[in-house]
Every structure is written in C-alpha cells, then in structure tokens.
C-alpha cells in the first residue's frame, strides 16, 4: 500500500507541481495539504485520487494521487483531466486566508484596548492588497486556531494603528515553519519516551514494581 512519503517522493523526482508546491521537499509535502497548505498538526492528511480506479485510474502509482486535507479532498474537481486538477491546487485558498477571514467576529477586544475602530480592521480585510501585505509582515503563527485567531487580531489591531510592518515570510514558509516546529515536537516526545524506557529498563525490577504500587495522595 502506498504511504504518503512514497506519493511526496514520487513527486519530487517528477517535477509536475506547479508554483510554491514545485519547491518544497518530500518531508514538507507529506505534511501540508497540497491545496490549501494547512498543516497536519498530527492529523493525517489524506490521499486523493487524481483518476479514480474506476475510471481506470492506477492504484499503485503514486503520480496518480495528491497529498490533500479532508476539505480539499471533498472539493477536489474529480471530473477533470490530470493537468486541470494540478492547476487546481494552484487556485485553492490559503488556510491562513481561511482564518484572516474568520476574525471579523472577534475584534472587539482589540479595538477598545489598542484605540482602533472595527471598521478600519474590516477595511484592511477588506482590501485583497492590504490584506496580503499584512499576512506576509504576521511575524508568529499559531498551530491551534483560537490561539493564532487571537494573536492576528492583536497584530491587525496594532497594524491599523501603526501600519503595516515589513514582509517577514510568505504564507508558504509560515506552514513550512510550523510543519517543522511540529516534527520538532514530535521529535522531542519521542526523546522524552525514549529516555524513560531507557529508566526503566536500568531500573532494579522490584523497585520499579514498588514505584508503580505506591499509594498516591
């Protein structure tokens, strides 16, 4: 059966993904959705036909799939041609746009505290060429939703007052970023795992029987 690590290094040797995707390495598209690159954030991300077996589309090839999340997956246009659906991941929208659009029920806090007026934080959404400029000058992303919704409102509240701040990084290396910080944590548990196992096994066996009876409290 095919892993998502054989579909991300199939297309890497092959070359075929359009713009930003075309750039990333095996291990940063076996992480992201190929649409709207939001990461897995420990969620498998799924793998998506491109021509269905039905329609004598090839189970073992790993070009005949795309790396997709559970809503890209459902809008994926199964009905066309294999270079119209590569340039389909191209127009999806961007996760992090997903949520710029999502803040417009949460900026009362700000307005009151930094002295700004939601109507001029619903301005700055409300201009596609503002509204990029800020998401390239966002200078920290979150990987859980509240959180990151909470810190952009602060950051917008603060860009309306003062301006908005120089570019920092692309959408696309903000979800590189947090894909990495997400293998480092993964990383780390897994030392941490590691060490105790290793504890234990150095651990006389009558000790660690008393460890794991006595009483707590």
């Known amino acids: 059966m095919l892993t998502l690590t054989d579909i991300s290094k199939a297309w890497v040797k092959d070359g075929g993904l359009l713009g930003d995707l075309h750039d990333l390495t095996a291990t940063e598209l076996k992480d992201i959705c190929w649409g709207c690159w939001r990461p897995g954030h420990g969620r498998k991300q799924e793998k998506a036909h491109i021509e269905a077996r039905a329609a004598d589309g090839d189970n073992d090839d790993p070009l005949n799939y795309f790396i997709l999340c559970g809503r890209c997956h459902l809008k994926q246009p199964d009905g066309l ?32 505290q930094i002295g700004v007026s939601i109507d001029d934080m619903t301005a700055l959404l409300d201009d596609p060429d503002k509204r990029q400029a800020f998401l390239n000058s966002v200078d ?25 701040g120089p570019p920092r ?49």
């Open 81 to 112: 041609g294999r270079a119209d659906q590569i340039r389909w991941l191209d127009t999806v929208p961007v996760y992090y746009v997903r949520v710029i659009d999502g803040l417009r029920d949460n900026l009362g806090d700000a307005t009151e």
């Open 140 to 164: 920290s992303w979150r990987s859980d939703r509240e959180t990151m919704v909470s810190n952009l409102v602060w950051q917008l509240a603060a860009a309306v007052r003062d301006g908005i």
């Open 169 to 217: 990084k692309t959408i696309q290396d903000q979800a590189k970023a947090l894909v990495e910080l997400e293998a480092a944590k993964a990383d780390e548990r897994a030392a941490e795992a590691e060490a105790k196992r290793q504890a234990i096994e150095a651990m006389d066996p009558w000790e660690y029987f008393l460890q794991q009876t006595e009483p707590t409290g």
